[in-house]
């Protein structure tokens, strides 16, 4: 590494330090559903119809915690299961229109309070997170692969 390159660990500890304290700032009891609800809720509304194992990669947990995450959607209404077309004994997921309100309100929230959390930076520091924003994406929507040791 050159003095030019950052140093890559170092960025994403602070990256993952800061986004952790984000998010743990940002989550609100008001909607009363976490956030692994909220974020397979939110996956089906936007990729479904999906089966279960699908939406379990997505969402990166196991299989049982994905069948707990699904009940409770199903017992709050917020999805429907059907059929799966393509396979008789499999079923799919979509979400309803209670599912899409909750999406919405949920994002409305934490959207509200990170507003609240970057309301007092600079114009400058808005900016620089405006600019930081399409890496960040890209950096969320990457494939998961195996952590590599650090050298």
């Known amino acids: 590494m050159t003095d030019l390159d950052p140093d890559r660990t170092e960025v994403a500890a ?40 699908d939406l379990s990669r997505i969402e990166v947990v196991t299989k049982p915690t994905m069948t707990r995450i699904l009940t409770e959607l199903e017992q709050r209404g917020f999805i429907a299961r059907d059929p799966d077309p393509r396979d008789g004994r499999a079923f799919m997921v979509s979400a309803t229109q209670a599912g899409m309100d909750a999406v919405d309100t949920a994002r409305s929230q934490r959207t509200g309070i990170v507003v609240g959390l970057i309301a007092e930076l600079s114009p400058d520091d808005v900016d620089s997170i405006a600019r930081a924003l399409d890496a960040l994406e890209r950096v969320a929507q990457s494939p998961t692969r195996p952590a590599t040791p650090a050298r």
Do not use: W
């Open 14 to 53: 602070r990256l993952a330090a800061a986004v952790g304290r984000i998010n743990r700032r940002a989550r609100t009891d008001s909607a009363s559903l976490g956030y692994g609800i909220v974020s397979a809720l939110a996956s089906i509304v936007q990729h479904g119809p999906l089966r279960p194992g």
